[in-house]
């Protein structure tokens, strides 16, 4: 039986973690660092904080649990845990995306897109730039232009 | 807060919305504007839509004989109640009887009066094509049909440019990337007496229905396909056997998701829907649906009832005759009227939304 090896990850406000190494490599970005050697120890994670931190290790210790489970944990479940991970708020769903780009965690880059990618799908433009606080920068000449030559896709 | 999301975090959410969706959000700011518009996110974005399910995406495109064209969203039909969402497409030249020559990747092939069409129901970009000039007409009652070659990254157009005079087939292709027409010439076999009307586009190759006579004077339905590749006919699919074994009256092809669809009819009002995703004579179909519609069918009509679609509620659109169109429930027997509108309807496609352009470089077609 191997023995489980821990690393400790810092965030970007000065929290430690100890986790699994086997969670921790769920992030390519550290797993790399840990192949390559340069990885201090505890690790630093830059750009993201403790909470955020915390709600991705949580992330990448079920997963990797449900992996290995000896009953394996029913794709449904996952899927349905999965869900409830992302009922968060919207800063911090933008946050996780953010920390899961930087950790390069493909599945749950995946998952917070496709959040993201829901909520926005029924919305008016407006209400979109409200979501990603997107400046309107078509004069309002620009903007009636735009809007009649695609009218009848707001019907 | 969100102008610090890295671009391609914004491309890889916007390429999983659907392609009425991003429509939409070209008013949201110009850098999407232009992000949208895009072919190279167009390729992306009709991508990512093959890798998954097609079925939300799909749509039908129905034409009127007075020039009327209008997208059917049957799923919307089915889940919300009433009219659900029958769009009358504007900024198109109204065609008296336009054909449906064929779609690809949601590009609409129409046949008018002068000349071809190609469009996108979904963006509305449309674009007419210069007409042959080897032949005064395509013949309109030959084969037709409109789809992609992968190897040369372009769709082509196929119609039939026989005349009657000698006794060799020919045919008229268009390739919209050199926006030119050119004629082959293919040698005649006994089946194409069968082959006619529109070809459905399926994994880079057309495919009709026809009756081939095999041994002992027996005749057989087998799939014949246009590869677009080659540019040749092949002899590629067994037809499913029907589960009840009775005369079939009625027999035709469709597309469902990502799967070749066939359905028959049997004199006992028995409607089968069979898919596949195989290719070639090893293939094996799956029974979609065999629902005993004598409720409902009325073979003494001289229009021929279609299974057209089955939803993802396991329902079945059945188009009735040139006003309407019906949704079967086979569970509980009932059946839900649509009416088409005022303008009779003879022809119909399915396509898919997305935001791929006929102007393929950009440009348009001279």
Known sequence: MAT??????????????????????????????????????????????????????????KHVESAKAEDRVDDEDLVAWD?????????????????????????????????????????????KRKTFTIRNDFTPEEEEEVRRENQWAFE | MAESMPEDIVVDILLRLPAKSLVRFKCVCKRWRSLISDRAFAKSHLQRLKAGDLIPSQRFIISGCNGSLKTVDYEALDDGGGEGRMVVPHGIKPLWEPRIVGSCDGLVCLLGPSNFVIYNPTTRECIELPGPNFVDRVRLSGVSGFGYDSQSDDYKLVADASSSSDGNWKLAIFSLKSGSWRSIEVPFQEEFNELTGQGVYWKGALHWHVYVLCMYDKREGVIMSFDLLEEKFHEVLPVPVPEVDEDICLLGLGIHGANLFIYNCTHDRRIEGWITDEYGRGASWTKLFSVDCSAIINLDRDFEQTPLAYTSSGKIVIWMDTKRMIMFNPKDNTCKDYLLGTDLVREYAIYLETLVSPYLDGGAVE
Do not use: H
Not at chain 1, 86 to 106: C, E, G, P, S, Y
């Open chain 1, 4 to 61: 489980s090896r821990k690393v400790t990850l810092l965030s970007s406000d000065g929290e430690s973690f100890e986790v699994e190494q086997s969670v921790a490599v769920e992030s390519i970005t550290i797993k790399d660092s840990i192949e390559e050697g340069s990885a201090g120890n505890p690790i630093p994670v830059p750009k993201v904080n403790s909470k955020i931190l915390a709600k991705v290790i949580e992330y990448c210790k």
């Open chain 1, 83 to 127: 869900a409830d991970f992302v009922k968060v708020d919207q800063a911090t769903l933008f946050d996780l995306i953010r920390a899961a780009n930087f950790l390069n965690i493909k599945s749950l880059l995946d998952l917070t897109c496709q959040t993201v990618a829901d909520m926005i799908k029924g919305k008016t433009p407006e209400e």
